[in-house]
Structures are given as C-alpha cells and as structure tokens.
C-alpha cells in the first residue's frame, strides 16, 4: 500500500520554527518529484515547496527565505524546515508525490501571535 506519513506538526509562537517530515513506503520515490503543500482553514490548498529527485528546489514567494525542502532518498524522507514562522502559515500541511498522485494525511502547524 502506498503511504506518505507526515509528522512534526504542533503549535508554535511566532518567530518560531519547526521541521516537518515525510516518510515514503516505496523506492519508487526516489525518482519522484515531491511537493509540500499547505491548506488554511476556508483557503484552497497551496503549493509550497517543490523538490526534484536530484535536489532543484521550488518554493512559495509568501516561504522564500524561511522555508527549506530536502530530501533523503536513502530512507526516503522528505522534509520542510520552517523557520520565521508567522500566524499566516498556519495550516495543515501535506507531502505529495507526483508519480501515483500519492497525498498524505496531513499535519496541523498552528502559529500563534
């Protein structure tokens, strides 16, 4: 079964950081492009970061300069370092893989003021 498992969501005051993780079940993910996105309360889900399998990045100019996508191909995790956090980038967060459509289930940041 295919999986994507995202976890390190929490709440954090502003200013604050926090690392989000995604944990893939197949090897096929090493060649899959894999995104970050995020969907607010009432908003449409949004891009945020994009990383290819050999590591070109892609981010959200509202995340530019305070996020950073990575990946571990390796153990097949992909990861969302944010930092600056602001009130605004509370949402819950989702891993994609683009080959399958693969979502994960999500994981709640919540930036308090």
């Known amino acids: 079964q295919v999986q994507l498992v995202e976890s390190g969501g929490g709440l954090v005051q502003a200013g604050g950081s926090l690392r989000l993780s995604c944990a893939a079940s197949?090897?096929?993910?090493?060649?899959?492009?894999m995104d970050w996105y995020r969907q607010a309360p009432g908003k449409q889900r949004e891009l945020v970061a994009t990383?290819?399998?050999?590591?070109?990045?892609n981010y959200a100019d509202s995340v530019k300069g305070r996020f950073t996508i990575s990946r571990d191909n390796a153990k097949k995790m992909v990861y969302l370092q944010m930092n600056s956090l602001k009130p605004e980038d509370t949402a819950v967060y989702y891993c994609?893989?683009?080959?399958?459509?693969?979502w994960g289930q999500g994981t709640q940041v919540t930036v308090s003021s």
């Open positions: 990383i290819t399998s050999s590591g070109t990045t």
């Open positions: 197949e090897s096929i993910f090493s060649i899959s492009i």
């Open positions: 994609y893989r683009r080959i399958g459509n693969v």
